[in-house]
Each structure stands twice: as C-alpha cells, then as structure tokens.
C-alpha cells in the first residue's frame, strides 16, 4: 500500500464549477497534510496546509481533513482555466502521485 | 528572498560519468529535502537533512547515490557512476520546522539526462 494516494485523474470540470480533489494515506501518526500545485514544467508550490481535523479555507480553496478516516481533501471554488495543474497531496515529506486537473473555458 | 536555488537547471551527461547536483536552501530553513520526479513514479523523497544532519536516507536508491550538506547553506546530491534510468528532474526543498513545518519551498529543479 502507497502512503499517500490519490486519484490520478484526469479530472476536468468546467469554468466556475467546483473540483474536488481526494487524498488518502495510511500513517495514522501523521500531524501534517499539505496540498501543492504543480504547472507542467514547473516545480511544485505549496497552496494549503492543515493540522487538524474540519475545512481550511483561504479564498477559493478549501481543505479537509478526517484524520479518523485518513482522508484529506481539497475544494476549488468557481474554477478558473488558470488552476489547471496537478494537484500533489503530501503527508509529512511523503507526496502521492497528483491528480492533474484542466479547466475548461 | 531568492528562494531555494539550484544549479545546473539542466544537465545531459554519459553513462559512467559523475553528476554533481547542488542547492542552496532559504536562509533560516532549517530543513532540507531532495525528491526525485519522473512520470512513472511521481515525486520520490531521496533524503532529508535537518539541521544539516540526514534524518532519513532511505529513499537513496543505492550505493550510487549519496548527498552531503556541510553546512546550513549549501547541499550537494551525487551520482556515482550515473546510468540512463537516473534520467528524472530533481528537486531540493527547504523548509522551517522539519518535515511537519509550514509546507517546503522547492528550488526549480535539475533536469538530468543521462545517456
């Protein structure tokens, strides 16, 4: 079993709709969940990190964590072309394979 | 703040030959990472430095490979002889607070090609 997994997608959703990013990962232990983007060619850049358990919002983006169920999520509101990228869910240092998201106009 | 930097950005080199990666980690970070990204296994943790000390080195995929980070500003990944399946872009990070700070910075990467 992969410590982090995700959904690799593609997922594609249209302008301003909602995507729904899903993480999950088998350390119990863990304290420290992050979400990073990643355009194609660049290197990845942190957007959301969450401690405990309930939604973290910052502007468009909201995370979820459920350490119960050793799930973690991650909400886009209003979806802009511009957030296509792949999206890496880490666990501590531990990165899952990215779940790359397009946008359609 | 320049942020995480690395050198060489890209390098292409032959099978057998010694490959230097380097990286100067955020001043004030205290934490230290090299991952390894390639399509078929995502990104890789290879090993992580905290207060310039290796913390975890076991995803240093074998004799090969070893990394050193002398002092708080500067590491170096070496490959040792280098073969075609090393071919991968890799990436230094740097954070605050070892592996459960704040969320790492990562340094634009060196794209290695080995031939």
């Known amino acids: 079993q992969k410590e982090v997994e995700q959904n690799s997608g593609p997922l594609s959703v249209p302008e301003g709709a909602i995507a729904s990013l899903n993480c999950t990962y088998s350390?119990?232990?863990?304290?420290?969940f992050f979400w990073y983007r990643q355009y194609s060619g660049k290197s990845p850049e942190l957007i959301m990190f969450?401690?405990?358990?309930g939604d973290k919002e910052d502007g468009r983006f909201t995370a979820q964590l459920n350490k119960a169920s050793q799930y973690v999520s991650l909400l886009i509101r209003d979806s802009q072309p511009s957030d296509s990228a792949t999206y890496l869910c880490?666990?501590?240092?531990?990165f899952g394979a990215g779940t790359r998201l397009t946008v359609k106009p | 703040d320049a942020g995480v930097i690395q050198s060489p950005r890209h390098e292409v080199t032959e099978m057998g030959q010694e490959v230097t990666l380097r990286c100067k980690p955020i001043?004030?970070?205290?934490?230290l990472f090299w991952y390894r990204q390639t399509m078929m296994r995502g990104l890789e943790l290879l090993i992580y430095?905290?207060?310039?000390?290796?913390?975890?080195d076991s995803g240093m995929p074998e004799d090969r490979f070893s990394a050193k980070m002398p002092n708080a500003s500067f590491s170096t990944l070496k490959i040792q002889p280098s073969e075609p399946r090393d071919s991968a872009v890799y990436f230094c990070?740097?954070?605050?607070?070892?592996?459960?700070?704040?969320?790492?910075?990562f340094g634009s990467g060196t794209r290695l090609t080995v031939v």
């Open positions: 990070a740097s954070s605050k607070g070892g592996e459960d700070g704040y969320g790492y910075t």
């Open positions: 350390d119990r232990g863990s304290q420290s």
């Open positions: 969450i401690y405990s358990n």
């Open positions: 880490a666990v501590r240092k531990r």
């Open positions: 001043s004030g970070h205290n934490s």
């Open positions: 430095f905290n207060n310039n000390v290796p913390i975890d």
